[in-house]
């Protein structure tokens, strides 16, 4: 224990508290950090920059000790250590604001900020009133008036902030990192949290910073690091910067076409969106789609995309808006009357959402399709089976007998028998949610493949993807959503990356912040 | 080879055994008149623990089926009472149509208030034991206040077995072909088996929950007119704690108290399980306390075998392992 006690010495030569070191993490089919690095720097604020998929998080994983790199090093005060768990990360006063924060909604604010670490009295017995006492003094700190008794439940999102701030606070924090801390917040709680940040640089702690909006990146960080699928890009300081230079060095190159698009003849309009909004996730929908085209959906996470695609299909209900499919103006209100609509969503979760482990291939794939193979509610088996065998051939999936269940076939053969039931109710227009996410770069070019030929028999697509590449290479127009609006469509030469991914972030043509 | 299947195998080798068992030490039980009428004297726990299985095939439990039966049964009991030249087939409407509408109750409890399906059949437990004492003030329903007809129905042998095991022998076929080759049974398995794929494949979860809600009820009142005819006489704690037998057979009979997974003919081979413990161990002197042992030891072996048959199996990640699953 007296190892933890020892102050950091926050003025070490370099200047670097904490530096990666050519880290480099792998998952089975995927590289997900190679040879990154970084350094962060006491009493100054380092923005993290990147697209989706950059391998930000995987960065603040590694730095908390949820995982252990395969190779690399990371330097705390010039001295190489080891995070085996978040608790060696935390003690060794590196901690974390995540993005979802996990919190107790029935225990006391200060029983939040110090579970797994309360202090404890002679008896080791939790001391309540060391531990109130702690949580007040760590509140005040921060400027936060919450009262350290009160149930977690009767706190606003903004005060749940700030005591998960205050969970990360309450270790002895030389490195604090915040992964888009500000993605939950009101305008007037993030000025409070800009200032809560600039306390934090006051009492020289280093600041780890994640956020996609380049506005507050520009108003909060000094220095910047800037990831591109996995690899160190680039890093300096902010007032050295441009936003175009950073949007420049998160897309990179002209991206690579090796993507099997073939031109499919383009028909008449299909379905026309008007007006369609929600409440609190979407507003003003506005687009057409033709026969054989496919469009794509671009944006951060978190713009919107699904939101709005679930309520297509009428999972949830639009506020306004409506849909003419074929000519018919039609209110879809659940997914069996989009199904009827003949509009289909392949969900993103495929394994969650897709299929049904318990029952059978041939159910499965007819599931949606019932109406049609049965009679007064009864299910014609031959029916059944026909239409279980078509689709099934079709997509070449290998099984020994339609009747095993979908649970004991392969990953890559659930997705198959899944894609199989949505094609089974002949649809006009098929959703597909980030169709190759975590999925082998050889399945990708299958499924690529496989989308340009639904579109060459006239099948409407949509893709919602956050791959830059996938959505250049296989849309014939591309709509950018960012916080629930549509922003742009780009279509032929306006389709860049660099476009997209201003639209997407938030700046206009100029290259000021928006 | 399906688990289920298997499954199914093991519980009528059980079945077997025991019976074979008991015959050793007293083959009066086995003469086939004995056999009929232990399995009639299980058709009310049959026909309870089909719809039962239905219900928690969705993921969902209806604790409030033994009340029913004896609300229902009740109220049948009093319509004799008061109109005792009523044919037998207008009673026997009025219990399939009380008992439903209780079940309806449950039903839309969850389906539009989104209450935790424990808790409503808790409540609505409770509280159709307080009506039938509301409407009674207590007092029993006796075999000499009921018509002939209304307690002779279930009792009339019709090709050398009363009608009260014809009638579960006819529920079991309709179960099963409703289970099987209907649209409804196909939403069941699907909303138990992963509720969030069946809603985007158009099936609506709760509307679902709510129907097998309803057959649960349906057969709870039928089982009610049948029980209080059966036995001639109705009062408050008829068929008390008999919800949790329901249970139990579903479950010894390969039902997932997860939801999806489980047939027609495991629920019934799970009620006769039970039903020929009941039955045979006081006819070879092994004591009530025992037969209390064996049941809850069925249970737990039977949850132990479906957990082990439901663990989900590892991802593949060996190519070469792939195909020799």
């Not at chain 2, 409407?93 to 935790?116: C, E, F, H, R, T």
Request: include cysteine; glycine fraction near 10%.
């Amino acid at each position: 224990m007296q190892d933890l006690t020892q102050k950091p010495d926050v003025k070490t030569q370099g200047g670097a508290v904490l530096k990666l070191d050519g880290i480099t993490k792998s998952f089975p089919g995927v590289k997900a950090l190679d040879g990154v690095e970084l350094e962060l720097h006491a009493g100054e604020v380092t923005a993290l920059i990147g697209e989706n998929g950059a391998g930000k998080s995987t960065v603040v994983k590694t730095l908390t000790g949820i995982y252990q790199p395969d190779g690399g090093s990371i330097l705390l005060n010039g001295a190489p250590v080891r995070f085996a768990t978040p608790q060696d990360a935390a003690d060794a006063g590196v901690t974390a604001i995540h993005q979802e924060t996990v919190l107790f909604d029935e225990l006391s604010v200060a029983e939040n900020v110090f579970i797994g670490h309360a202090p404890k009295n002679k008896f080791g017995l939790i001391d309540k009133k060391a531990m109130f006492d702690r949580t007040t003094e760590i509140l005040n700190s921060i400027g936060a008036k919450i009262d350290a008794h009160v149930k977690l439940k009767d706190l606003g999102i903004a005060s749940r902030h700030l005591v998960a701030i205050s969970r990360a606070l309450s270790v002895e924090a030389q490195v604090v990192i915040m992964d888009e801390p500000t993605a939950a917040l009101s305008q007037t709680e993030i000025e409070e949290l800009y200032e809560l940040v600039d306390t934090l640089k006051a009492q020289g702690k280093a600041i780890l910073f994640i956020s996609h909006k380049f506005d507050e990146i520009f108003r909060i960080a000094d220095r910047y690091t800037v990831f591109r699928d996995g690899q160190y890009v680039g890093a300096g300081l902010m007032k050295d910067v441009k936003e175009a230079d950073l949007v420049q060095m998160m897309v990179g190159r002209a991206v690579e076409q090796l993507f099997p698009k073939r031109e499919a003849e383009i028909g008449e309009e299909v379905l026309t969106v008007a007006g369609y909004s929600h409440p609190t996730e979407f507003e003003d929908i506005n687009f057409t789609l033709r026969k054989g085209e496919i469009l794509g959906f671009y944006g951060l996470v978190g713009a919107g995309r699904s939101e709005f695609m679930q309520s297509l299909i009428g999972i949830t209900r639009p506020s306004k808006g409506a849909v003419n499919i074929n000519g018919d103006v039609r209110v879809i209100r659940s997914p069996a009357e989009a199904i009827d609509a003949g509009i289909v969503y392949v969900p993103e979760d495929r394994g969650k959402q897709g299929a049904i482990l318990d029952m059978p291939i041939f159910q499965n794939v007819t599931l949606p399709s019932l109406k049609k193979t049965s009679r007064d509610g009864f299910i014609q088996l031959a029916n059944e089976f026909a239409l279980a065998r078509e689709y099934t051939e079709r997509l070449d999936l290998r099984a020994a007998s339609l009747d095993t269940n979908v649970g004991a076939l392969s990953g890559g053969n659930q997705q198959k028998v899944v894609i199989a039931k949505w094609l089974a109710t002949k649809p006009r227009v098929i959703i597909l949610d980030e169709p190759t996410k975590g999925i082998d770069i050889g399945s990708k070019a299958a499924v690529h493949d496989f989308m340009s030929e639904l579109a060459s028999e006239g099948l409407s697509v949509i893709m919602v993807s956050s791959e830059i590449p996938e959505i250049l290479g296989m849309s014939d127009r591309v709509i950018v959503m960012r916080e629930g609006r549509m922003v742009a469509e780009l279509e032929g030469d306006d389709m860049k990356p660099e476009t997209l991914v201003r639209h997407a972030v938030g700046i206009n043509s100029t290259g000021d912040a928006a | 080879m399906s688990a289920l299947k298997s499954r199914e195998a093991i519980l009528f080798g059980a079945i077997f055994a025991l019976v074979a068992l008991i015959a050793t030490r007293f083959p009066g039980f086995v003469a086939p008149g004995n056999l009929v009428a232990v399995f009639t004297d299980t058709t009310p726990l049959m026909i309870l623990a089909m719809g039962q299985m239905v219900v928690i095939l969705t993921r969902c439990i209806d604790l409030s089926v033994a009340a029913n039966l004896a609300l229902t049964g009740m109220v049948c009991a009093m319509i004799n009472v008061a109109a005792p030249d009523l044919p037998v087939a207008v009673i026997l409407v009025i219990a399939l149509v009380m008992g439903s509408a209780l079940g309806a109750i449950n039903g839309i409890l969850v389906w539009k208030l989104n209450i935790p399906p424990i808790v409503v059949t808790l409540g609505t437990m409770t509280i159709f034991r307080g009506v039938i004492f509301l409407l009674t003030e207590g007092k029993w329903i006796n075999a000499h206040e009921m018509s002939p007809t209304f307690t002779g129905f279930p009792r009339a042998e019709f090709l050398g077995m009363p009608v009260l095991g014809w009638i579960g022998v006819v529920i079991a076929i309709v179960m099963m072909v409703v289970m099987a080759r209907t649209t409804l049974g196909r939403a069941v398995y699907a909303v138990g088996g992963n509720p969030h794929a069946a809603v985007y494949t158009g099936i609506d979860v709760g509307k679902t929950q709510f129907k097998a809600f309803v057959i649960s009820g349906m057969l709870a009142g039928l089982t009610g007119y049948l029980w209080v005819a059966r036995y001639s006489v109705a009062y408050v704690d008829i068929a008390g704690g008999f919800e949790l037998d329901v249970v139990a057979a579903c479950v010894i009979g390969g039902v997932s108290i997860a939801g999806g997974a489980g047939t027609v003919v495991g629920t019934l081979l799970g009620a006769l399980f039970l039903g020929v413990v009941k039955n045979a161990l006081p006819v070879v002197d092994v004591s009530p306390f025992w037969q209390l042992a064996i049941s809850g030891a069925a249970i737990i072996i039977a949850v132990a075998f479906n957990a082990k048959s439901g663990r989900s199996k590892g991802r593949v990640i060996l190519k070469s392992a792939e195909h020799a699953q």
